[in-house]
Structures are given as C-alpha cells and as structure tokens.
C-alpha cells in the first residue's frame, strides 16, 4: 500500500508542469513615455512654481495572471503601473515632488504557438485595455481614464519545471482628450492644441512567470 502511495505521488509531481493551469507573472522594465504635451500641470498658490509633465523613460512594474483554456491558449489579466518623474518648469527651492503615474490594465487572449512541453516560448496576445491616469497636480485631460486595446508579444525560458525567465513587450493603443489650458509661459509648448489625440505607448518588461 504504502509503494503505492508514493509512486502515486511521484507520477503527480512528475506530471505538475504537463497539467498546470495558472501562471503568474511579474515584471520590472521601462514605460517609453514619448508624449510631448504635457498631461499634468502642478502650481503652488503664492510662488512662482510651474512644473508640467515631459517625456522620459519611466520605471514601471507590473503583475499578469493567466488561466490556460487549451494547450497553447490562456486568458490572460494584468495591470503595469509607470511612474514618470520626468518634468519640465521650475520655481522656488525646494520644488516639490512630481510625478506622473499610468495604470495599464487588459484583458487578452494568449496564444502560445510552439509545443507546450518546449523550453522556450514565445507568445502573441491581443485585448480590451484600460488607462487609468493620475499623479500630481491637475490633469490637463479631460477624463482619467481611457479605454482602448493592448497587444503583446514575448519570448521566454524555463529555469526548471515550474519557473520562467521571459522578456514581454506591451503596446496599449487608446485616444486621449487633453482640454482647454489658461497658463502660458515657464516652457509650456506654445503650440499646444486641446482635442483628441491617439497614442502608442509602449512597455519592455523582463518578466518572471510562476507555473501552479
């Protein structure tokens, strides 16, 4: 009885990777945040401090579960967070701290197209997405949050039976509405135009993934 046991056991564990059906990702990279006009304005009532958000390349993390529905599909669900810190302006000393922060949320459909028993990966994903848009002082937006579409590609390689290293690459595709602005001055682009404008913004993230 008790060989039985444990060969039981060990044909479970040998067959752990074969039948996982969730996996978590983390991921650590860089937003390139590219948008020329400026999405915030922070000015401090009695001084002479004007600060606008520029472009910069900002750190951003992010966290993905999937759900495997067939060998080499998976809903996938996720949300990666950038902190620009990027700024443009001046004033009194010390100036305060500025920031611009974006929450990259989707929803995509994973289709691996290699053998699933292979050590390397790679991926396509495409979805529904949603921008969320906060940070200091007042948004020149005219709404914080933007819908639009997410897709993704990524490579990666097992490090044992339920580990991988990968690298993701994410392009979240939405319209923007920047309104009217009564401020000029301190370098604020003198052709700044209020309306709709789609962007592009992408995201390179080495990730790690946890097979369950």
């Known amino acids: 009885m008790r060989s039985t046991l444990v060969a039981l056991a060990l044909s479970v564990c040998a ?7 969730w996996t978590v990702t983390t991921q650590i990279g860089v937003h390139a945040d590219r948008l020329r006009p400026p999405q915030r304005i922070l000015t401090e ?13 900002a750190p ?15 809903i996938d669900v996720g949300v990666a967070v950038s902190q620009n810190q990027s700024w443009s302006g001046g004033g009194a000393v010390p100036l305060p701290d500025f920031v611009k922060r974006t ?22 994903s495409v979805g529904p997405a949603a921008i969320f848009h906060g940070g200091s ?3 020149v937006l005219t709404r914080e ?3 639009g579409f997410a897709g993704a590609a990524g490579a ?11 690298l993701d690459v994410q392009n979240y595709v939405f319209a923007s509405e920047f309104g009217e602005v009564d401020f000029a001055g301190a370098g604020f682009p003198a052709d700044y135009q209020p309306g709709t404008r789609w962007r592009s913004e992408w995201l390179v993230l080495p990730s790690l993934r946890i097979r369950f």
């Open 15 to 21: 067959s752990a990777p074969l039948t996982a059906q």
């Open 45 to 57: 009532d009695g001084s002479s401090t004007v600060m606008f958000s520029a472009p910069g390349e």
């Open 60 to 74: 951003v993390i992010g966290i993905r579960v999937a759900r495997s529905i067939r060998p080499q599909f998976s």
């Open 103 to 124: 929450a990259f949320s989707s929803a995509t459909l994973l289709f691996r197209p290699l053998d699933p028993e292979s050590s390397l990966q790679v991926h396509l």
């Open 137 to 139: 002082g007042e948004s």
């Open 145 to 147: 949050i933007d819908v």
């Open 156 to 166: 990666s390689f097992a490090i044992g039976d339920r580990m991988t290293l990968g």
